[in-house]
């Protein structure tokens, strides 16, 4: 079991920037399969970006140039740098992490992922 704590969210002004971060609390789930999520008021969860033990790295369409995943190791933690925020991106963003017996379904299904933390929260402003 692995316990997962976000941080870094708040409120910006469209054009701005963010870096969210996750905190995991065992070692060896930062090395395998994350990514981060993000919920709207009233709409699904979808994936935004994930990231691979190679550091091999995905990302939602509408995010790719604007957003980075990365992950240092060392200190057990995950990033998502947000740049160029737009008011559609505003949502509650989570980190989720796999299993050691996990179903994949989609770099970016929240199907796959089977650790999630408590989010945080991100609002753009026009």
């Known amino acids: 079991q692995v316990q997962l704590v976000e941080s870094g969210g708040g409120t910006v002004q469209a054009g701005g920037s963010l870096r969210l971060s996750c905190a995991a609390s065992?070692?060896?789930?930062?090395?395998?399969?994350m990514g981060w999520f993000r919920q709207a008021p009233g709409k699904e969860r979808e994936g935004v970006a994930s990231?691979?033990?190679?550091?091999?790295?995905a990302y939602r369409g509408s995010v790719k140039g604007r957003f980075t995943i990365s992950k240092d190791n060392a200190k057990n933690t995950l990033y998502l740098q947000m740049n160029s925020l737009k008011p559609e991106d505003t949502a509650m963003y989570y980190c989720?992490?796999?299993?050691?017996?996990?179903?994949?379904?989609?770099?970016?299904?929240?199907?796959?992922?089977?650790?999630w933390g408590q989010g945080t929260e991100v609002t753009v402003s026009s």
């Open positions: 989720a992490a796999i299993s050691q017996h996990y179903t994949y379904y989609g770099a970016l299904d929240p199907r796959t992922y089977n650790y």
């Open positions: 065992v070692s060896s789930y930062i090395s395998g399969r």
């Open positions: 990231i691979v033990s190679d550091g091999s790295t």
